[in-house]
């Protein structure tokens, strides 16, 4: 079995991509498995692509085991993008009630067809001996008028896909339609070429 560590101190997003990547028969080691644990990196790249590989470096540095890091975030077509890789700290609280609260306000007035957005995720994997990659998963979907159910994380309560919203589904619905999922497909698929 293949020993990854997941370059994340957020207990979610740590949970949603190690029941993604347990069953795929990989060894999931968590930054607080590693003695003297795994730094907070600061997120100073200007793409999902770039804050990836920042935190899969310092993750593979730490513990001498392969790194795999997500970054992610919403991105709303009417915001030109916003608030992108600025998801988590999108409010300047770091509190998702926040963050779903000030998206509603600068979204007020706009009908359905321009609430247009879609989930970014993008995965890095980086090894001891400098190889990298990355791989980047969306899912489409829109923003609702208010808040729907009280599962998933984040902006989860805000986005409604083809398949429902985010926050009425559960986590198994969830992992099989996500930007997540959909991005570990990918890291799967390319990985292959690197193991």
Do not use: H, M, N
């Given at each position: 079995m293949d020993r990854f560590i997941v370059a994340s101190h957020n207990k979610k997003k740590l949970a949603e991509l190690t029941r993604i990547l347990k069953p795929m028969g990989f060894d999931v080691v968590c930054?607080?498995?590693?003695?003297?644990?795994?730094?907070?990196?600061?997120?100073?790249?200007?793409?999902f692509e770039e804050n990836a590989l920042l935190k899969a470096r310092s993750?593979?540095?730490?513990?001498?085991?392969?790194?795999?890091?997500?970054?992610?975030g919403l991105c709303v077509d009417a915001l030109d993008g916003a608030p992108g890789i600025y998801s988590a700290r999108f409010a300047g609280t770091g509190l998702d009630e926040d963050n779903n609260v000030l998206l509603l306000e600068k979204l007020n007035g706009?009908?359905?067809?321009?609430?247009?957005?879609?989930?970014?995720?993008?995965?890095?994997c980086v090894?001891?001996?400098g190889r990298e990659f990355t791989v980047r998963g969306a899912c489409e979907g829109y923003i609702a008028t208010e808040p729907q159910g009280d599962g998933g994380f984040g902006y989860d309560p805000l986005f409604v896909t083809e398949f429902g919203c985010f926050g009425t589904m559960t986590a198994e619905e969830k992992d099989k339609v996500s930007h997540r999922h959909n991005a570990i497909v990918l890291f799967k698929e390319k990985l292959k070429d690197y193991i």
């Open positions: 930054p607080s498995d590693i003695l003297g644990g795994v730094p907070d990196v600061e997120e100073t790249g200007t793409t993750a593979c540095e730490c513990s001498g085991f392969p790194a795999v890091a997500d970054d992610s706009l009908p359905v067809e321009k609430r247009t957005a879609r989930f970014v995720s993008c995965i890095a090894f001891p001996d």
